[in-house]
T-cell receptor, first 115, second 113 residues
Framework: KAGVTQTPRYLIKTRGQQVTLSCSPISGHRSVSWYQQTPGQGLQFLFE???????NKGNFPGRFSGRQFSNSRSEMNVSTLELGDSALYLC??????????????FGNGTRLTVT | AQSVTQLGSHVSVSEGALVLLRCNYSSSVPPYLFWYVQYPNQGLQLLLK??????LVKGINGFEAEFKKSETSFHLTKPSAHMSDAAEYFC???????????FGAGTRLTVKP
């Protein structure tokens, strides 16, 4: 099976712009989670989607949003970019409902740099 | 909400020495615990998981962890470190009533020749 695929791998944007990141989960996985990873804050949970519905959301401002499509692929969007949004954004998939004890399978991330 | 604390942001060992990475959890309900490893410029990979079966869990690459409820701990060990073990390690917790997995701050393992 193909793993979790995130595109693009690297992105450079300017303050004030917006960005969309894409994630394709492992085939058969219905849950997709997004994390922000920075040296100072570590791995922080952004949100989790299951069957096109957001089930849980972390403590991030409304500039961060996401969605999931019927084929389980997911996108996250960050509007009005700030320098502090520079980070590695990781997507992870898992089986989904009732799978709280199932591990997450991570993609290699999208490295976003905001200048 | 559940959480984990990893003691020590950096651990350095010599090749062949014991590896011990510490993780303590906090949860009001039975936890599910995981250890992940991250190599540079990559995502996280699962090393092992505890899901209320055996308290001693064996994972990949010779790693194992023991769930100790009385100590609320889930420390990761490996008897003999290898150069290829140099990476960042994350402890994580989830529960049946929550749909997000919470990660510790990570421990960077350095292996000296």
């Amino acid at each position: 099976k193909a793993g979790v695929t995130q595109t693009p791998r690297y992105l450079i944007k300017t303050r004030g712009q917006q960005v969309t990141l894409s994630c394709s989960p492992i085939s058969g996985h219905r849950s997709v989670s997004w994390y922000q990873q920075t040296p100072g804050q570590g791995l922080q949970f952004l949100f989790e989607y299951f069957s096109e519905t957001q089930r849980n959301k972390g403590n991030f401002p409304g500039r961060f949003s996401g969605r999931q499509f019927s084929n389980s692929r997911s996108e996250m969007n960050v509007s009005t970019l700030e320098l502090g949004d520079s980070a590695l954004y990781l997507c992870a998939s898992s089986l989904g409902e009732g799978s709280y004890n199932s591990p997450l399978h991570f993609g290699n991330g999208t490295r976003l740099t905001v200048t | 909400a559940q959480s984990v604390t990893q003691l020590g942001s950096h651990v350095s060992v010599s090749e062949g020495a014991l590896v011990l990475l510490r993780c303590n959890y906090s949860s009001s309900v039975p936890p599910y615990l995981f250890w992940y490893v991250q190599y540079p410029n990559q995502g996280l990979q699962l090393l092992l998981k505890y899901t209320s079966a055996a308290t001693l869990v064996k994972g990949i690459n010779g790693f194992e962890a023991e769930f100790k409820k009385s100590e609320t701990s889930f420390h990761l060990t490996k008897p003999s470190a290898h150069m290829s073990d140099a990476a960042e390690y994350f402890c994580a917790v989830s529960t049946y009533n929550n749909n997000d997995m919470r990660f510790g701050a990570g421990t960077r393992l350095t292996v000296k020749p």
